[in-house]
């Protein structure tokens, strides 16, 4: 016969354990990473996650047991969000905790980006600085969508898929900055590549919305 207390301490880390099981898969933390940049339809997120339909909807509901995001009908659609700010900041831990433990993190980053111009090592903190006090351009590559629900001040809104269409218009003799959902986003690789072979003195900025959050500065919502 178990005592109140061993009852009380079964019952409790069986609550937690929801959360473990509920983030155990890839594709599951891949999910909230992207719904910590907004709200998005099943439909935008198996695009992103390169999942079905059937399967994004599969790992959704398995989130949303956990409460951990939540659903809300508009119109022909249901959009999902995460359930509280704190789950992000969780989500963020994690891949930190991650980055800090786990060797093999560093070594799949540094395969990926050998080689690729642009994506040399920089002075984080002199770049942070710089994008700061508005001595570089900042573009944001992400949806449209996911610079409104929370971006960077001064960072101007252009999707990795319209960049080519606005070249012209950016200053050629500025240093461009390119920024997207984090150090494990490929957009502001993507970007960086297409600057450079372009002429432009560009570089990426890993840290995304949520770390500029997490590091007190001020984001901007609306356009």
């Known amino acids: 016969m178990k005592s109140p207390?061993?009852?009380?301490?079964?019952?409790?880390?069986?609550?937690?354990?929801r959360i473990g099981k509920a983030v155990s898969s890839p594709k599951r933390l891949e999910l909230l990473d992207l719904l910590c940049q907004g709200e998005k339809t099943v439909e935008t997120l198996s695009r992103e996650?390169?999942?079905?339909?059937?399967?994004?909807?599969?790992?959704?509901?398995t989130l949303k047991a956990a409460r951990l995001i939540k659903a809300e009908k508009e119109g022909l659609y249901v959009k999902y969000r995460l359930a509280d700010e704190m789950v992000c900041e969780f989500f963020r831990s994690m891949r930190l905790l991650a980055e800090h433990r786990l060797a093999e993190?560093?070594?799949?980053?540094?395969?990926?980006?050998?080689?690729?111009?642009?994506?040399?090592p920089v002075n984080r903190k002199d770049l942070l600085k710089r994008v700061i006090e508005g001595g570089v351009t900042v573009l944001d590559v992400r949806p449209v969508e996911e610079y409104r629900a929370g971006h960077i001040p001064g960072a101007l809104s252009v999707p990795l898929d319209r960049l080519k269409e606005i070249l012209?218009?950016?200053?050629?003799?500025?240093?461009?900055?390119?920024?997207?959902?984090?150090?494990?986003?490929?957009?502001?690789?993507?970007?960086?590549?297409?600057?450079?072979?372009?002429?432009f003195n560009a570089i990426r900025l890993e840290e995304g919305?949520?770390?500029?959050?997490?590091?007190?500065?001020t984001v901007e919502i609306g356009d």
Request: proline letters at 2%; charged letters at 25%; aromatic letters at 8%.
């Open 5 to 17: 207390g061993r009852q009380f301490k079964d019952a409790i880390y069986e609550q937690f354990s």
């Open 49 to 61: 996650t390169g999942l079905t339909v059937a399967n994004t909807s599969q790992h959704l509901q």
């Open 105 to 120: 993190v560093d070594m799949i980053k540094r395969r990926f980006l050998e080689g690729r111009e642009g994506m040399e």
């Open 168 to 199: 012209a218009k950016l200053p050629a003799d500025r240093e461009i900055v390119a920024y997207c959902r984090g150090p494990f986003c490929v957009l502001a690789v993507q970007a960086v590549e297409v600057l450079r072979q372009q002429g």
């Open 209 to 217: 919305v949520q770390d500029w959050r997490a590091m007190g500065l």
